[in-house]
């Protein structure tokens, strides 16, 4: 069973460019979650998506950047016009189960996605 | 809001010691996870041990174990007998067991393993 799989897993952008960020989830899992790692910091959490639906994008930066994870295909991460501070680590990670009260539901990472911005 | 604080940004270890990386949270919650996670130079992150806060039991993994003090908040990681391969940056990480399930990171702690 594949694990979850980012791509590309390195993109360079100039600054004004467009980045998009690829994520498929393991089989069988249906949520999606975003996390942005800058540079000597912990993950944060971006957005968290189900098939077709954005759940909670609390995280998101209010401009420049969406997410989708439609009914076939891989979850995309997409900042418009790209500027330095962008430069991170974008994990994904994906879940199984629809999550219910004291029920455990792990996260499976991927391996990142390192977007620099020259 | 929920937080959660590494105050060691880095901890060294000689090789077959034990260390202790230590891990606070806050949260309203009664009922929630904490999960150590590992993350070495390739950035993959690999979960090494969680617990219910529910349980009382501090969960173990092989040489890995917590201590986890609830009502102080509190939850430390003790690797015993260090290897090399345990050198990486470990993060804390805090999740409610309704809601979005989104995982709030600690900033982490850089280990070092000593030959």
């Known amino acids: 069973n594949a694990g979850v799989m980012q791509n590309p897993r390195h993109l360079v952008r100039r600054r004004g460019q467009e980045a998009r960020l690829r994520c498929s989830p393991m089989?069988?899992?249906?949520?999606v979650y975003w996390y942005r790692q800058l540079p000597e910091e912990g993950l944060k959490f971006m957005v968290y998506?189900?098939?077709?639906?954005?759940?909670?994008e609390s995280g998101m930066p209010k401009e420049r950047f969406s997410a989708e994870f439609p009914k076939e295909g891989p979850s995309i991460l997409r900042i418009q016009q790209v500027v330095r501070g962008d430069s991170a680590a974008y994990f994904c990670?994906?879940?199984?189960?629809?999550?219910?009260?004291?029920?455990?539901?792990?996260?499976?990472f991927g391996p990142g996605t390192r977007l620099t911005v020259l | 809001a929920q937080t959660v604080t590494q105050s060691q940004p880095e901890m060294s270890v000689q090789e077959a010691e034990t260390v202790t990386l230590s891990c606070t949270y806050d949260?309203?919650?009664?009922?929630?996870?904490l999960f150590w996670y590992k993350q070495p130079p390739s950035r993959q992150m690999i979960l090494v041990i969680r617990?219910?806060?529910?349980?009382?039991q501090n969960a173990t993994e092989n040489r890995f174990s917590v201590n986890f003090q609830k009502a102080a908040k509190s939850f430390s990681l003790k690797i015993s007998d260090s290897q090399l391969g345990d050198a990486a940056m470990y993060f804390c990480?805090?999740?409610?067991?309704?809601?979005?399930?989104?995982?709030?990171f600690g900033t982490g702690t850089r280990l070092k393993v000593l030959a």
């Open positions: 998506l189900q098939k077709e639906n954005i759940i909670d």
């Open positions: 617990q219910e806060a529910y349980k009382q």
């Open positions: 990480a805090y999740r409610r067991t309704s809601g979005t399930y989104k995982y709030i």
């Open positions: 990670a994906s879940s199984p189960f629809t999550p219910q009260y004291s029920s455990y539901n792990e996260q499976f």
């Open positions: 089989k069988g899992h249906s949520h």
């Open positions: 949260t309203s919650e009664s009922d929630y996870y």
